[in-house]
């Protein structure tokens, strides 16, 4: 298993980013880009709302972004000067830049910053953003609506007055006075029809007059359609009454008016916003006949205003309901002028009891001093503050808090704000935190899959690695591998190249099979799977990837073609001498063994033959010989009866100590292991090597063991390498490794999941989860369990729990999964943790295993140790229930005969048999077992023995039905011993195997007999 624990680092993680945290969660919630840079310009900190105006994404961000660009390059120099000026301690209010998009395109931003003060020195800039845009837009609109209204008004009186010199002039000029009328007239309305502004003109009563063109622009009435109408018409339904009354209280004071507000309704049922100014028009005796003036469409700016308002709404909502107490104070006083509803409850005291008091009320009066100097050199500093520290309550009681502190603006005027948030429960965690990061780190250490991080040259330097990875390749740590080249790890030159080619091409490589070399120069075989990294141009970078050490499934891959090879050899093979060849051959395809022998020990005459011989010293083959024992290596193996790696050192110490002497050349490496049959030596295989550079191993011996193992059993039975075989096989399965997935739920919701998990749900990304109800990924059938283990450990009853449930892939399979999770606070949120593994080959496994483990592999009954275990419990169960057991000792008679006479295999045949008229004929509580060769015992639970005779009866019928039927060329015939155990006369269970054992001979010799 990868790192079944792994994810638990995420609570330490969160921890570890508190602070970070807290100041991000109410950075997000303000509508205003908030962001942080280092000295250099380099952003570290940006909100969403940063990326949403500038353009860029989180892997911008991710790959690093300077602040200086994001502003157009006149502005740069000047931005830098204001930086320098506020981190030497100048406080500067906001200034006006033209920011720059990620597009190219432009807006007018000012911005308000202040310093970031670590250890008593500025470590970079925190400052807020605002888009003027709307503001800038409002402002060049009104100016100039302002100056064009004023200069119509302007003219239109010059005009006037104008006309009434020309009038007292030639008063008995009527036609010239007229078309002088006419010709001003005809240039007020060509200055009225070509200004932006609404131009108007009412009666006493509010009817329109005149109304320039422009008012179809704005309102999308024609003036035609307007002069019909009163101007209070053109209000808002909900405004119409109160603005009508407004207006007329003016033309009752006949008053001129400016920047009257006011709502109307558009032709097409939209809302306009206009400012309006005029003044009143008066006849030759001085009675108000009406009103002219002029209207802007203002909606732009009501709306920008309308934004505003929200926007320090929004602020004021943020500070009341914030989670965390937020305290001002006066930088010149140091008292409270403002704090939130979370600083009542922190504090145990009533807004009132808070505001007016000096802020080092708020901390132990025993650090009253040491809280008077922060604040002195916070304010001095104008900085910000990042620290833990403590605040007393009005019961008196003490608790931790983490502030953030910072000096900024407010109304012109500058106050302290601090941010506390109660770290109680976080203080009273940290043990157990530790605890798990412990753990993390120690999981970590033992994880047996390398991960790595490589440069991408052909040669490659390690940039990074795990510890599985430098101990897989030799290496006491990772440090000790980054002065090796990555290709020099390849056993074969041309694997490296084809992974370069493949993973540069691709982008990706999965399960690249190859050699690798550790760096006492011995092989092993490895699967990698990596990705490319590139950077900003397309040009990769590096390769992350992990390594696992696959030579236990190479090498049982090999074992199980030499089981079968092995097999074939026994059938295909006409003489041991051809037997011995094929064993060769097999041996030397699973390692070195060009120089290989087999010999043969016969204890009666204290001789080895050696039945097979082939050394390269030798000119031609070698011919059977013999030898009486001496004192050779092979006689050591023989005496010892243990395998032997006999370098050229131990060689040396073994001739020193007397044990061994020199028989013909000496290898530089011998390796040696006993044959063994029914506990019984009766041989050595060899293998040995004169060539430097080429050396055994402990992974050689093991398949030197294994090889013997399943000769010896071939020489002695036919057949036996089958369960061999099935066995390599289910611990295969077993061993078969995966990796972890990790999560993060949250009202189960999936938050957060690596690739690993993706891939093992049959997603592609881990994107394509994260968001799903945890529903979707479970099985119906495990839906209960999962559901109550997630509620317990998010309600905090259960801290942790393992178990296992079905999990249901992409495309509807079900599998099953072992999960292991933790209660953790995600986001502010309690939420859940954890690991996830596939589990479902294991499952498998498991239960083939535990077939194999308690079955005979020929008859299908259960096999003599795991029957005699039961039996021993059914001994206590009837002691306990003081019940009576019988039990039958069988024996196939004439089992040898059928061997002798037709084959093993027709031998084997008729124990199948048997034990299939055992099995049919015994209730479904009896156990069946075969003891070895041709015997077998039946067990009776709670069973008299009178009871058991009557079922032996009905199994005698199932025989002598089997042998009138004539089904086979022999018949079967068997003999039975019963014994029974009665609790007041209790016997063990070789007692009662021996009085049934002895039972049955007496049934054989009464057959002989007769």
């Not at 052909?458 to 390749?473: D, E, F, T, V, W």
């Not at 190479?554 to 041991?576: D, F, G, M, N, P």
């Amino acid at each position: 298993l990868i790192s079944r624990d792994v994810t638990e680092y995420k609570l330490a993680e969160e921890a570890l980013q508190g602070s970070e945290k807290r100041f991000e969660e109410l950075a997000e919630l303000l509508p205003e880009c908030i962001y942080e840079m280092d000295l250099s310009g380099g952003l570290t900190y940006a909100n969403q709302k940063a990326f949403d105006n500038f353009g860029y994404s989180r892997e911008d961000f991710d790959k690093g972004i300077n602040g200086f660009q994001m502003l157009i390059p006149d502005d740069r120099d000047r931005a830098k000067e204001n930086i320098q000026r506020i981190l030497s301690g100048e406080k500067l209010d906001g200034n006006e830049y033209t920011a720059q998009r990620k597009d190219g395109s432009t807006f007018p931003v000012i911005i308000f910053s202040s310093a970031i003060i670590h250890e008593n020195k500025p470590v970079g800039l925190r400052g807020i953003t605002v888009d003027i845009t709307k503001h800038k837009q409002v402002e060049a609109e009104l100016k100039e609506h302002r100056e064009r209204l004023e200069g119509l008004v302007e003219e239109r009186t010059s005009e006037l007055k104008e006309s009434n010199l020309q009038l007292q002039r030639e008063i008995g000029e009527r036609k010239r006075v007229e078309e002088a009328l006419r010709e001003s007239e005809k240039r007020f309305r060509t200055i009225t029809e070509s200004a932006l502004e609404w131009i108007w003109e009412v009666d006493a009563k509010g009817k329109y007059t005149y109304v320039s063109s422009v008012v179809e622009k704005i309102l999308g009435y024609k003036p035609e359609e307007v002069l019909k109408k009163h101007f209070y018409d053109l209000f808002h339904p909900e405004d119409r009454e109160r603005l009508k009354k407004a207006a007329f209280e003016i033309f009752d004071k006949k008053e001129h008016f400016r920047e009257f507000i006011n709502r109307n309704v558009h032709k097409n049922g939209k809302t306009v916003w206009l400012s309006t100014s005029g003044v009143p028009i008066f006849d030759e005796k001085g009675n108000l006949i009406g009103y002219r003036g002029a209207g802007i469409d203002v909606t732009e700016r009501k709306h920008a205003e309308e934004k505003l308002r929200k926007s320090e709404e929004e602020f004021r909502l943020t500070f009341e309901n914030a989670k965390d107490a937020i305290i001002w104070a006066d930088t010149e006083t140091g008292l409270v002028t403002k704090c939130n509803k979370a600083a009542e409850i922190l504090l145990e005291k009533k807004k009132e009891e808070i505001l007016g008091h000096h802020q080092k009320e708020v901390h132990p009066p025993a650090k009253a001093e040491y809280y008077m100097n922060m604040f002195k050199n916070h304010v001095e500093q104008k900085g910000v503050v990042d620290d833990e520290a403590e605040v007393i309550t009005k019961s008196g009681k003490i608790k931790p808090v983490h502030i953030t502190a910072s000096v900024t603006s407010v109304g012109g005027k500058p106050i302290i704000q601090g941010i506390f948030r109660d770290i109680t429960e976080r203080k009273q965690s940290e043990k157990s935190r530790r605890e798990s990061e412990k753990q993390y780190r120690t999981l970590q250490s033992n994880v047996p899959v390398g991960v790595f991080r490589t440069s991408a040259d052909p040669g490659g330097h390690i940039l990074s690695a795990n510890p599985a990875l430098s101990k897989m390749l030799g290496y006491e740590n990772p440090e000790a591998m980054s002065k090796t080249r990555v290709a020099d790890f390849y056993l074969n030159a041309d694997d490296r190249k084809k992974f370069i080619e493949t993973i540069s091409s691709a982008g990706e490589i999965s399960n690249y099979e190859v050699q690798l070399k550790r760096t006492d120069g011995t092989s092993f075989w490895g699967s990698l799977s990596a990705r490319a990294i590139a950077d900003k141009s397309g040009k990769i970078t590096y390769f992350d990837g992990i390594l696992e050490d696959i030579t236990e499934r190479k090498q049982a891959e090999k074992r199980r073609v030499s089981i079968y090879k092995i097999s074939e050899a026994v059938h295909s093979t006409k003489s041991l001498e051809e037997f011995y060849l094929s064993i060769h051959g097999i041996i030397n395809e699973l390692m070195p063994a060009k120089n290989f022998y087999i010999a043969l020990y016969d204890a009666n005459t204290e001789t080895i033959t050696f039945e097979y011989y082939v050394d390269e010293h030798d000119k031609k083959p070698r011919q059977k010989s013999s030898r009486k024992l001496g004192r050779g290596l092979t006689e050591y193996v023989l005496r010892t009866g243990e395998p032997l790696l006999a370098t050229s050192e131990i060689f040396e110490e073994l001739v020193d100590k007397g044990e061994i002497e020199l028989l013909g050349p000496q290898a530089i490496d011998w390796l040696g292991v006993p044959l063994k049959a029914k506990d019984k030596i009766i041989g050595v295989l060899t293998v040995q090597n004169y060539t430097e550079g080429i050396r055994f191993g402990e992974k050689d011996m093991d398949i030197l063991k294994f090889v013997s193992t399943q000769m010896a059993m071939a020489i002695e039975r036919k057949g036996a390498e089958k369960e061999l075989r099935e066995s390599e096989e289910k611990y295969r399965r077993v061993v078969d490794n995966s990796l972890v997935g990790l999560y993060i739920t949250q009202n189960q919701i999936l938050k957060f999941c690596n690739l690993r998990l993706a891939e093992m749900f049959g997603y592609r990304t881990s994107e394509e989860l994260v968001g799903k109800h945890i529903k979707e990924l479970v099985a119906p059938e495990s839906w209960k369990l999962v559901d109550k283990q997630v509620k317990l450990r998010q309600s905090g009853e259960k801290e942790s729990v393992q178990y296992e449930f079905k999990g249901i892939k992409k495309n509807r399979i079900i599998f099953t999964l072992e999960t292991l999770g933790s209660r953790i606070i995600y986001e502010g949120k309690p939420a859940i943790q954890g690991s996830m593994i596939n589990i479902t080959e294991r499952k498998r496994a498991e239960e083939e295993l535990k077939v194999f483990a308690t079955t005979d592999v020929l008859t299908g009954v259960l096999n003599r140790g795991y029957a005699l275990l039961l039996f021993g419990k059914q001994l206590q169960l009837s002691k306990r229930n003081n019940s009576r057991l019988s039990i039958c000792y069988v024996d196939v008679d004439g089992l040898k005969d059928i061997n002798d006479t037709y084959g093993h295999q027709e031998g084997d045949v008729a124990l199948k048999l048997i034990s299939r008229f055992l099995k049919e004929t015994l209730r479904e509580v009896d156990i069946v077992c075969r003891l070895g060769g041709d015997e077998f015992l039946l067990i009776f639970p709670q069973c008299p023995i009178g009871r058991a005779i009557a079922v032996w009866e009905r199994i005698a019928q199932k025989v002598d039905s089997f042998n009138f039927r004539k089904m086979k060329p022999y018949h079967i015939s068997l003999s039975k011993g019963f014994a029974e155990y009665n609790p007041p006369d209790a016997k063990s269970v070789d007692q009662l195997i021996a009085l049934a054992d002895q039972e049955m001979y007496k049934d054989k010799q009464s057959k002989s007999a007769t």
